[in-house]
């Protein structure tokens, strides 16, 4: 058994002693990690040696040495993540490439210069759709074993830290057991949660100069086209002024101090859920510009009349009615209630005001207090399916089974 103590892990508040075991299981490797919790989030921090990481990841960029080149691996048409990294990263403005050789071989350097303090200090961030199984270790609930993948991790960041790596080992093949690399895990999340989380890491001037994720797919060539629809629906509920949302939504980047009530990438989510799911109906109308002015009314219209049915609860800190998990619940009963009940647009707001005026008498189920206890669920992504369903079902409007390929 191979033991070691790696360095503190800022983001678990203190010192995190963690020891590493690999079992000769074959693909049921497994490994003892320290699982760290904050808020509805949970990941992992473990360490591999040097040599053995970089068989367990996969590069999305190729990189240069001084005589070789590492060459990305291919990268499916299904993996949408990769896609993503991929494509910004080849895009010359958003990447150079002569400052990812430049970057790679100044940290190669620092790699053989490095005695007494760390190569590699800080954590690099690797990402797997596999949802890994975590058992406790005795009285430790946050140190236990936990599941290898099956397939590779995805760098979500330290591509370069990972490629000097392997471009010094290469020259030092028997180095690999001497350093060990950090690792914050994160598994099973949606593709959103990792593209999100590339953005937001590399939002520096010498990575990419956009600020967040959905800036990106409003701005950039070759997003896809409901993700555009999607990310102009977000920008016009920040902007416009007749919106109950306006300067409400946190954006990287956003200037107005009013307390913000969602993350950007979460309110797109559930906007791209709704507009994917009636694309083709989008792309058979005149103009797609007419069309998201249309469905920024609905959501405004909607916004308006629960406004006005929760009282007191909407905005109040003491109530989880503008909370993300209530909001984007709300945004998928819209999405239900614009299916049948969208036109005609005038005199929509107050039909809708009467439709919703049974969360009237259901505001203080929305207290703080108490509130996860009256609508237990395993996570997040079950709190807010929930919540949708009882919101629903109060309205009296009949939901939409979710499909397979909608994000979450």
Not at 30 to 45: E, G, H
Not at 208 to 227: F, G, T
Not at 314 to 337: E, Q
């Amino acid at each position: 058994m191979l033991q070691y103590r790696p360095p503190p892990h800022p983001a678990a508040g203190g010192s995190l002693f963690c020891t590493r075991e690999l079992e000769n299981t074959g693909k049921n490797n497994a490994m003892l990690a320290t699982r760290i919790r904050q808020k509805d989030s949970t990941f992992y921090f473990v360490s591999y040696p040097a040599d053995e990481i970089l068989s367990k990841v996969r590069f999305i960029s190729r990189f240069y040495g001084e005589s070789e080149t590492l060459t990305p691996h291919v990268v499916s048409q299904t993996d949408e993540v990769a896609q993503f990294i991929a494509r910004i990263e080849s895009n010359d403005q958003a990447f150079q490439r002569q400052l990812s050789r430049a970057k790679v071989r100044s940290l190669k350097n620092f790699y053989e210069m490095a005695v007494t303090q760390p190569p590699i200090p800080g954590t690099v961030l690797l990402f797997t759709h596999e949802k890994l199984r975590f058992e406790s270790a005795g009285s430790y609930e946050n140190v236990g074993r936990l599941q290898e993948p099956s397939s590779k991790y995805l760098i979500i960041d330290g591509q370069h830290r990972l490629a000097a790596l392997h471009f010094y080992l290469r020259e030092r093949p028997g180095a690999g057991s001497s350093i060990h690399v950090p690792c914050v895990l994160f598994d099973g999340r949606s593709e959103d949660f990792a593209a999100e989380m590339f953005v937001i890491i590399n939002s520096t001037p010498t990575r990419i100069n956009k600020s967040h994720l959905v800036d990106l797919y409003e701005r950039i060539s070759w997003a896809e086209p409901d993700r555009r629809f999607a990310a102009r629906l977000v920008d016009k509920l920040y902007k416009e002024g007749d919106s109950p949302l306006r300067y409400r939504i946190n954006r990287l980047g956003g200037r107005s101090q009013q307390e913000k009530w969602i993350l950007q990438a979460e309110l797109f989510n559930e906007l791209h859920r709704w507009v994917s799911g009636d694309w083709r109906k989008i792309q058979r109308m005149s103009t797609v510009s007419r069309e998201t002015d249309r469905y920024y009314a609905v959501v405004r219209d909607f916004l308006k009349a629960a406004q006005k049915v929760w009282g007191n609860g909407w905005g109040h800190p003491n109530y989880m009615v503008t909370k993300p998990v209530t909001l984007k619940a709300m945004i998928r009963v819209c999405a239900d209630l614009a299916r049948e009940d969208a036109d005609p647009a005038d005199g929509r707001q107050a039909r809708w005001e009467a439709r919703l005026a049974p969360w009237t008498e259901q505001a203080r189920s929305f207290r703080i207090e108490g509130f996860y206890e009256r609508f237990p669920a395993k996570g997040q992504i079950e709190r807010v399916s929930r919540i949708h369903r009882d919101l629903a079902r109060m309205a009296h409007i009949e939901t939409r089974a979710r499909g397979k390929n909608r994000s979450e």
